[in-house]
T-cell receptor, first 112, second 110 residues
Framework: GENVEQHPSTLSVQEGDSAVIKCTYSDSASNYFPWYKQELGKRPQLIIDIRSNVGEKKDQRIAVTLNKTAKHFSLHITETQPEDSAVYFC???????????FGTGTRLKVLA | DVKVTQSSRYLVKRTGEKVFLECVQDMDHENMFWYRQDPGLGLRLIYFSYDVKMKEKGDIPEGYSVSREKKERFSLILESASTNQTSMYLCASMGGHEQYFGPGTRLTVT
């Protein structure tokens, strides 16, 4: 079946450094790629997304890039802060089937 | 703000019991989803519904069923709970392409 691979599973960075999380999807018909952040004990929440007709999107310290040819997309967090510590999930979505497929998550720890 | 609620935060059931998990959303969304979340496995789709009385199997539907009698309510049913169904269950409702999650139900089957 279709899947989304996410790497790394855990990531530790020093405060102020950058963090990059990468995902690869298999369904070439996917047209929407969101990123969700789940803080400890809380529900996942959307932090940024990108559509298949866009190569890059930025929102303050976070950015997402998409390479449709390679079926890769990545989350970039710059100037990391302790409050960025959370589990991050990438996902692919196919608007024709309403199928949402999540990656397995990356636990990011920002060390003060 | 979209509000998605789940009937219980914590639930303990015995093996073989029938278990109902309920999810309610207040934004008139057509699409609703049930996931289970396990460490290292991420969010795995159990079932989703794109309209009242409509349902589609996700990736791991075995041992589960669902019910969508009203647009705002999507129920997950464990017909005969087993210990391998101990997990965190998350419901979501979708507006546009964004998923809005409920707080989750941590189910323990003993």
């Amino acid at each position: 079946g279709e899947n989304v691979e996410q790497h790394p599973s855990t990531l530790s960075v020093q405060e102020g450094d950058s963090a990059v999380i990468k995902c690869t999807y298999s369904d070439s018909a996917s047209n929407y790629f969101p990123w969700y952040k789940q803080e400890l004990g809380k529900r996942p929440q959307l932090i940024i997304d990108i559509r298949s007709n866009v190569g890059e999107k930025k929102d303050q310290r976070i950015a997402v890039t998409l390479n449709k040819t390679a079926k890769h997309f990545s989350l970039h967090i710059t100037e990391t802060q302790p409050e960025d510590s959370a589990v991050y999930f990438c996902a692919s979505f196919h608007s024709g089937t309403y199928k949402y497929i999540f990656g397995t998550g990356t636990r990011l720890k920002v060390l003060a | 703000d979209v509000k998605v609620t789940q009937s219980s935060r914590y639930l303990v059931k015995r093996t073989g019991e029938k278990v109902f998990l309920e999810c309610v959303q207040d934004m008139d969304h057509e699409n609703m989803f049930w996931y289970r979340q396990d460490p290292g496995l991420g969010l795995r789709l159990i079932y989703f519904s794109y309209d009242v009385k409509m349902k589609e199997k996700g990736d791991i539907p075995e041992g589960y069923s669902v019910s969508r009698e009203k647009k705002e309510r999507f129920s997950l049913i464990l017909e005969s709970a087993s210990t391998n169904q101990t997990s965190m269950y998350l419901c979501a409702s979708m507006g546009g392409h964004e998923q809005y999650f409920g707080p989750g139900t941590r189910l323990t089957v003993t």
